[in-house]
């Protein structure tokens, strides 16, 4: 009977610790939404987007949204932009072909926002500035967490593109918000909510200040746009669960709304 019951007991502990590990940290699934991007552009949008000369600073979710606008464009047929990879490291700003063109680079270190300031000031001084007409630096959702000092890092950007509008009147310089996660999936997500470790709540802080102080033509504002469901619904500032596999990343039928998105921006600015 001892037996029995210890046998039990163990039964009983290891489902109870599976099932609290699953709704402690419990793997992401999501359900992708259609993909519908391609229905919210003009062809004659893309058609202009892909003639305009372009600095694009970013990481992954930026390399999402590259994917998105070449499906975009080939669901209308238009040929892709004529895309060129920047390093960082570059010692010499290589010289852009002549012109539409999208140069774009993988720029600094994931959590490091003030390293890829300095690094896209660089760029654009060290001849990107000369080349271009529009540019942009995004920051990846890891940049800013439950621990950054949002107001800190929001007086460093806009100091620093600050100068850089000022150096190169003829640069369009367009402001991104900070991509963001789903929601809370699980107790740990929960508890660090209430420890208050949330950190979609200090990537919206730090958006609330980029939309108090860039005009909606000078704001691209992917953080709303993640949040918005095919629907047109809006529920928590979060990542809506359709738009991606993991979370984070934008699914297919994300980055092609995010694209399209950014060709409207574009080509009414």
């Known amino acids: 009977m001892f037996v029995r019951l210890a046998a039990a007991a163990v039964v009983v502990g290891l489902a109870a610790a ?8 419990p793997t992401p699934r999501f359900e992708p939404a259609a993909d519908e ?3 919210l552009v003009e ?6 987007f892909s003639e305009r000369r372009i600095f694009f600073g970013h990481m992954s979710v930026g390399k999402n949204i590259l994917s ?19 390093e ?19 720029i600094g270190e994931n959590r ?57 009147p003829d640069v369009r310089f367009v402001h991104m918000t900070v991509p963001l996660t789903t929601g809370p999936r699980g107790i740990k997500d929960r ?32 953080a709303s746009i993640e949040a918005q469901g095919p629907d047109g619904a809006t529920g928590d500032q979060a990542l809506f669960g359709g738009y991606t596999s993991d979370g984070a990343h934008l699914n297919a039928a994300g980055a092609s709304r995010v694209a399209a998105e950014l060709v409207d921006f574009v080509s009414r600015g």
């Open 191 to 222: 508890v660090k909510v209430v420890l208050g470790r949330d950190d979609n709540a200090a990537r919206e802080r730090y958006n609330d200040l980029m939309r108090a102080a860039y005009g909606p033509d000078q704001l691209f504002d992917i």
């Open 43 to 48: 062809a004659s949008d893309l058609q202009a």
């Open 88 to 106: 960082v490291a570059a010692t010499e700003v290589p010289d852009l072909p002549a012109g539409g063109v999208l140069a774009h680079a993988l």
């Open 18 to 25: 599976v099932t609290l590990l699953t709704f402690w940290d």
């Open 37 to 39: 991007g391609a229905t």
């Open 112 to 168: 490091h926002p003030v390293g890829k300031l300095e690094n896209f000031e660089a760029l654009v001084r060290g001849g990107l500035g000369d080349q271009v007409d529009l540019a942009a630096l995004k920051f990846c959702y890891v940049d800013v967490s439950w621990y950054t000092d949002v107001e800190d890092l929001f007086e460093t950007y806009r100091q620093t593109m600050d100068r850089l509008e000022a150096d190169f």
């Open 68 to 86: 998105g606008l070449r499906e975009v464009g080939a669901a209308h047929g238009v040929g892709p932009v004529a895309e060129v990879e920047v």
